[in-house]
């Protein structure tokens, strides 16, 4: 073979290879473009809220962890600071009896009661059971916490937009993607890294107890799987 054939060959597979390097690392976002012309807007908003029934149906039935998620009324309430994480993590294990006026009127106050373990109250040890629950609560904080980031920030890029002159919104689209997705890309990669932190708390603490981890990878799952169907919904917002 000749030299020349075997340089083009050589850089034909370095090519290839930073694709596929690029493709696996990119694959949410890129399913996530794909998913984009699949489903409508009223559909991805459909999954958002299939992915939470589905992974709040399996917490509900692992008796052993007391949690749930956050209603619309107390993630607001944790967005605009009237409410702490720390408070959140209790309300949603049910330490605490109210989470806020707001979700009290509207009949959200869905708390079960006390968790099952000691009390901490008094500075005891937690078992188990309370640590994973108190886990899984600071990873729906945690998730509420970066969803509303995008939605601020996806609102703010829109309105921007809206108040251009026409005449100048011609490449405005790709302008702003250019100046918010290091931001938005940065706040994906420190909310990650939370929570697979806390997912290794989970795990930690259910071998500890003996107890299978199977509710960590469900967790995953529903994390990611919601990550990517926001991307969806933004993409199909921007294509809008």
Not at 128 to 143: D, G, H, M, P, R
Not at 156 to 163: E, F, G, K, P, S
Not at 171 to 179: P, Y
Request: net charge negative.
């Amino acid at each position: 073979m000749r030299r020349k054939t075997k340089i083009w060959l050589t850089v034909l597979l370095i090519v290839l290879v930073c694709v596929a390097c690029v493709a696996y690392t990119q694959r949410d976002n890129i399913s996530a473009f794909i998913d984009s012309f699949r489903y409508s807007q009223e559909e991805v908003i459909n999954k958002l809220e299939e992915n939470k029934e589905s992974i709040q149906k399996f917490v509900d039935e692992t008796p052993e962890v007391t949690v749930r998620d956050l209603t619309e009324q107390e993630a607001q309430a944790l967005n605009d600071g009237e409410l702490t994480e720390e408070d959140a993590v209790k309300i949603l294990t049910g330490q605490s009896e109210k989470s806020n006026s707001d979700a009290s009127e509207n009949g959200s106050d869905q708390n079960t009661g006390v968790v099952s373990g000691k009390d901490t109250a008094n500075g005891t040890d937690k078992d188990s059971n309370q640590i994973v629950s108190e886990a899984i609560a600071k990873l729906y904080v945690q998730k509420s916490a970066y969803l509303s980031k995008l939605d601020a920030i996806e609102a703010t890029v829109r309105q921007q937009y809206i108040d251009l002159p026409k005449e100048e919104r011609k490449g405005a689209k790709q302008r702003f993607l250019s100046a918010y997705l290091p931001q938005v890309a940065a706040w994906e990669s420190q909310c990650d890294s939370v929570v697979y932190g806390i997912l290794d708390e989970i795990t930690v603490a259910l071998k500890n107890a003996g107890q299978d981890t199977d509710i960590v990878k469900k967790l995953e799952e529903a994390y990611l799987n919601e990550k990517k169907l926001k991307k969806t919904y933004f993409i199909n917002r921007y294509m809008d």
